[in-house]
């Protein structure tokens, strides 16, 4: 593929009016992209009633007080069993981190739940999103050129903050776009 420029490492903005309901005011951060497919994590989107706490517990893990309360995200509609922790690449797991963007990585180990508890060793922030949404070769690009999808930059506090009900807004406005004004249709011109 000629010219192909990654996307990793930026945020994925849902224009009005997107035909997949599950992408309705999703901002998704793309972790992968290349020729072939692209895996991002949705970051608007809470678990219902699940916290850090009951996933360890869940895995019979121990389950230290510092999970109670942190939540979980849903991070999209593949694989909704697996998780994957995002984190800031101050805490790397040797073996199963993948950096993908300057101050951001993703671990999908037992490892990396536990250093998000982990206070004084573990990553600065962190979130665990189970599933993921997923691309298949040219897919994101075609969606792209049918202006299904925004790009932005990516800002650490929008990543990992607990606001999930204004993240689609704030997003469009770090990009200078008022909601008010975005249609429902999209196409090409």
Not at 9 to 21: E, H, K, N, T
Not at 41 to 70: C, I, K, N, Y
Request: glycine share 10%.
């Amino acid at each position: 593929m000629n010219g192909f420029q990654s996307l990793a490492g930026r945020l994925l903005v849902a224009m009005p009016g997107i035909s997949d309901p599950r992408f309705e005011h999703a901002v998704i951060l793309l972790c992968v992209h290349d020729p072939d497919q692209a895996m991002g994590l949705r970051l608007d989107q809470p678990a219902p009633e699940t916290d850090l706490r009951s996933v360890l517990l869940g895995l019979e893990m121990p389950a230290p007080d510092a999970a109670e309360g942190r939540p979980v995200r849903v991070g999209g509609p593949v694989d909704k069993s697996r998780g994957f922790v995002l984190h800031t690449d101050d805490w790397m797991s040797e073996d199963s981190s993948i950096a993908f963007t300057s101050g951001l990585a993703l671990t999908a180990t037992r490892d990396a739940l536990i250093a998000m508890t982990d206070l004084v060793s573990g990553p600065r922030r962190s979130a665990l999103h189970l599933g993921y949404a997923g691309w298949g070769e040219g897919q994101l690009e075609d969606e792209l050129g049918e202006n299904v999808w925004l790009t932005a930059d990516a800002d650490l506090d929008l990543i990992f903050d607990g606001d999930h009900e204004t993240k689609w807004s704030r997003a469009l406005t770090a990009i200078g776009v008022d909601a008010a004004w975005l249609s429902s249709q999209s196409g090409r011109a």
